[in-house]
């Protein structure tokens, strides 16, 4: 019963792994084609678009927090590589969790902060400066790459959680 639970969520990990990666490719797509056409209009037409610099940066987020949970799944976050090196054996597995808790936290704290920004714009429209678009926007695709984050880490820590004995061996 729990093997066929483990595959399960190891598909659906999988699936939220790609998908994700998917959105932040396209992402990052977006970011070329939106400076691309800047380039090309202003320096070719002399044209510019007022509105190409809130896309872009909206798009930067985008990518940031949709790969959150999949480098952090992958370990290939950002860490302190030295206190990692140092330590071997249960003392490692400590700070691993404790840096496990830490990645929590920071996702409430995100989610609480944005939260407190949403309910600000849900009510009253707020577009963006020269896009025009409605900034709640941004914060729901936000939120979807925190959640993410916070399902990812979630399951590195249930995994930590299970390796305690494997990892005080070594």
């Not at 849900?122 to 939120?143: D, E, F, K, M």
Request: one cysteine or more; aromatic letters at 18%.
């Amino acid at each position: 019963m729990l093997n066929k639970l483990a595959r399960a969520e190891n598909k659906f990990s999988a699936l939220v792994e790609r998908l994700l990666e998917i959105l932040a490719v396209a992402a990052g797509a977006g970011i070329i084609i939106f400076l691309t056409w800047e380039i090309v209009s202003r320096y070719l037409f002399a044209i510019s678009t007022p509105w190409h610099d809130e896309i872009t940066a909206a798009c930067v987020a985008y990518m940031g927090f949709l790969l959150l949970g999949p480098l952090w799944k992958r370990d290939q976050h950002i860490r302190i590589d030295a206190l990692y090196r140092r330590f071997e054996g249960k003392r490692l597995w400590w700070i691993e969790l404790f840096f496990q808790l830490v990645g929590i936290f920071f996702c409430a704290l995100l989610v609480w902060c944005d939260i407190q920004l949403i309910s600000v714009e849900w009510g009253v429209y707020y577009p963006s400066t020269l896009a025009q678009w409605p900034l709640y926007w941004i914060h729901v695709v936000l939120h979807i790459g925190i959640f993410c984050f916070v399902f990812f880490i979630i399951e590195r820590l249930v995994k930590h959680c299970l390796s305690y004995n494997r990892r005080i061996e070594q």
